[in-house]
């Protein structure tokens, strides 16, 4: 699991980098939560979801948005934060150009900027969105909504309650050609403290059933 250092906007982007089994292995990218709320790419929920793609055999990537960690810059409310996620999966595509599948997944925060990603890039075969912020940025963004995927909440998230990232759910559910799968988790809070086993449950379960419909 190499350091890599990309070059994005506003210089230096620090990040974590698992190559794939294959030359034709897929890709996935991994956000983190939100850089103000102490938010970095060795995140626990981060890492469980890095580790659970990197353990399929794609080629994995997690990095620290802009003023995290050894990455450069200043906290830039979204708008950079979506440029450095770009920068990141450019990076991923051009060092692995025969991948089979591209994956974007996020966590909080990173759920938000994931979801803003998969909008500008249609070729985009699924996402895992973990504890989305639904409640605190708008997601109607998602008209259409370019691919199937995962939505994971806890029933005890007092940041996001439940009822807020169902209100998305059933909105993306009445698009004709996608699947939108939706699971909430009981008793888990909105940073899965002492729930991590369900997240590596849950997206786990999903990842294989996606596999298996789709062999990397």
Not at 67 to 93: N, P
Not at 126 to 151: E, K, Q, R, W
Request: charged letters at 20%; one cysteine or more.
């Amino acid at each position: 699991m190499p350091d890599v250092i990309l070059t994005g906007a506003s210089g230096r982007i620090e990040g974590r980098y698992s190559p794939g089994k294959t030359e034709s292995a897929p890709i996935a990218l991994i956000l983190h939560p939100h850089p103000k709320a102490g938010g970095h790419m060795n995140h626990p929920v981060s890492v469980q979801l890095y580790h659970l793609f990197m353990k399929r055999g794609f080629a994995t990537l997690r990095f620290n948005f802009r003023g995290v960690g050894r990455s450069q810059g200043e906290f830039d409310a979204g708008i950079g934060e979506l440029a450095d996620a770009a920068t990141a999966l450019d990076w991923l595509q051009t060092s692995n150009p025969a991948a089979s599948q591209t994956w974007v997944a996020g966590f909080d925060f990173g759920a938000y900027i994931g979801m803003q990603l998969l909008m500008r890039r249609p070729e985009t075969d699924g996402f895992i969105s973990v504890s989305p912020p639904t409640n605190m940025y708008d997601f109607s963004f998602l008209a259409p909504c370019p691919a199937s995927g995962l939505f994971l909440t806890g029933s005890a998230d007092s940041i996001t309650p439940p009822v807020e990232v169902e209100r998305v759910v059933s909105k993306l559910r009445t698009q004709k050609g996608i699947v939108i799968d939706y699971e909430v988790i009981d008793k888990a809070s909105h940073f899965w403290t002492e729930h991590l086993p369900f997240v590596e449950k849950s997206v786990g379960d999903y990842l294989d059933k996606r596999i298996e419909m789709n062999p990397i």
